[in-house]
């Protein structure tokens, strides 16, 4: 009796022919020929290479720019120190100005 239960010939979905893709080293280098146009898009390969590219491709993090915590703190004394400069250096010329105003009504008066 062979026309009971397992496989039989022919049937099921037929398999895609594969034979003419193109093959990549990497899904980067696959999207890259799909966004160039050097390989027709195939969505269930886009979908599978966007999925990848993050386990092949190390993520890029943005260098550190920060100072360590003593230059911080250095750079901070710092400024600190010359707003404080620059705030006395703006009352002296005023009372400078105000004492060349008193001489001058001296010597205008005498």
């Known amino acids: 009796m062979k026309g009971h239960g397992g496989k039989r010939e022919g049937a099921g979905r037929k398999?895609?022919?594969?034979?003419?893709?193109?093959?990549?080293?990497?899904?980067?280098?696959?999207?890259?020929?799909?966004?160039?146009?050097?390989?027709?898009?195939?969505?269930v390969r886009v979908a599978a290479a966007k999925a990848l590219i993050q386990y092949q491709k190390a993520k890029q993090r943005a260098p550190?720019?920060?100072?360590?915590?003593?230059?911080?703190?250095?750079k901070t004394a710092k400024d600190v120190e010359k707003s404080r400069l620059s705030d006395f250096e703006e009352k002296a010329a005023k009372i400078r100005e105000k004492f060349k105003k008193k001489e001058a009504q001296k010597n205008?008066?005498?």
């Open 15 to 43: 398999k895609a022919d594969r034979s003419l893709q193109d093959y990549f080293e990497t899904a980067e280098e696959y999207l890259e020929a799909v966004v160039k146009g050097l390989t027709a898009p195939d969505a």
């Open 108 to 110: 205008d008066g005498c």
């Open 64 to 74: 550190i720019l920060s100072p360590p915590p003593a230059k911080l703190r250095a």
